[in-house]
């Protein structure tokens, strides 16, 4: 199964994020880490969110599952609606029966999320002990088996015996799978979900992701550095910087016509095979300097140091996003070709 997906997503948004801003503490005082966040989810779509290290895309979805520390960090404004319920003010007592059950995150490394010294089933029975107590202890390991079934582990019944340690790095990412879509979210939050895996697993997580997605009608925001994997898995694209938005278009204008500079270096450090030709050795493109430390970002335009078309509005003020065709773009050149 290859190419970007084609299904339309439904018109109602199983997710409507405004304004979503969240500080933390540093050594530097309070810094903002997303910073006024506007996004949409709907039943069936995959929206992708990318950027470099640093740019917000985990705090994102840690914000959005209410999983970072208090007192360390703090909600500044905003709304997040999962079916008309906000859940930045819900009281913890009801997003803990939202977790897992309506919502549900796929973690980068599954070694560091499974248990090591818990069986693969006492952990996707827990989930049933929180989410289904209709479930008797027979029942809860029976639907654990088909869970492993349903994201195409062989021999599930040995594998609910095994310890994580037991299975490869592809087979604890289809447990993490199996135990986000436990109890039938309307959600999945997948925060690098390939990154420690070789191409070929890569490829099955990845494939497995989008026919469960059909299956079930799941909204998906797929977090990535990777643009060949958005390229074929998502059909929107939202693109951070320094814990902004900068950029967001339907996949396919994205890679045809970026608006933004940073949205065209990160296309442009791709590796094109067909310009390579046989012997020929094309050097990659790169985006010279880092993303600056959020506690010491420039006075406009975040990404000015680094952009190679920076006018003086750049240095003055931060734009704001607006709408050039099918895209919204933070950048106040956007209509001009990068040299």
């Known amino acids: 199964m290859s190419g970007a997906p084609s299904s339309s997503p439904a018109a109602r948004p199983v997710l409507e994020v405004r304004g979503l801003t969240t500080r933390l503490l540093s050594r530097a005082g309070e810094v903002t880490v997303v910073d ?12 992708a969110i990318v950027g470099e290290s640093g740019s917000g895309k985990s705090m994102t979805a840690l914000s959005l599952m209410r999983l970072l520390p208090d007192g360390v960090a703090r909600n500044g404004g905003g709304t997040a609606l999962l079916d008309g319920r906000d ?3 819900l009281p913890e007592r009801e997003m803990r029966r939202l977790r897992g059950a309506d919502i549900a995150m796929i973690f980068q490394e599954p070694m560091t ?4 010294v818990m069986r693969i089933g006492r952990q996707l029975e ?24 349903k994201v195409r582990i062989p021999d599930p019944e040995r594998v609910l015996d095994n310890l994580p340690h037991h299975l490869s790095g592809g087979m604890r990412q289809r447990v993490m799978i199996a135990m986000a879509l436990a ?27 989008r026919t469960l997605q059909a299956e ?17 898995n998502a059909h929107r694209v939202l693109v951070m910087y320094a814990g902004r938005k900068v950029e967001e278009a339907p996949v396919a204008e994205l890679f045809r016509a970026p608006r933004h500079p940073y949205t065209r270096g990160l296309l442009r ?13 094309v050097p990659l493109m790169e985006i010279p300097g880092i993303v600056p430390a959020l506690s010491a970002l420039p006075r406009g335009c975040a990404f000015g140091p680094r952009c190679p078309i920076i006018g003086p ?15 919204a773009v933070a950048c106040f050149r956007a209509e001009e070709a990068v040299p």
């Open 87 to 89: 859940l930045l003010v």
């Open 183 to 209: 109890c039938d979210p309307k959600l999945l939050i997948a925060d690098e979900p390939t990154t420690a895996l070789d191409a070929t697993v890569q490829a099955q997580i990845l494939d497995l992701l």
């Open 313 to 327: 509005a750049c240095e003055e003020a931060r734009p704001a996003l607006r709408v050039l065709g099918g895209t």
């Open 269 to 281: 450090a791709l590796p094109n095979p067909e310009a390579e030709g046989e012997g020929a050795r």
């Open 36 to 47: 006024a966040l506007d996004l949409t989810v709907h039943a069936g779509e995959t929206l």
């Open 216 to 232: 079930l009608g799941l909204a998906i925001i797929l977090i990535t550095h990777n643009l060949g994997v958005v390229a074929e």
């Open 126 to 149: 827990e989930v049933f002990e929180e989410h289904r107590p209709d479930l008797d202890r027979a029942g809860r390991r029976a639907h654990a088996a088909d869970l492993l079934r």
């Open 113 to 116: 999320s499974l248990n090591p």
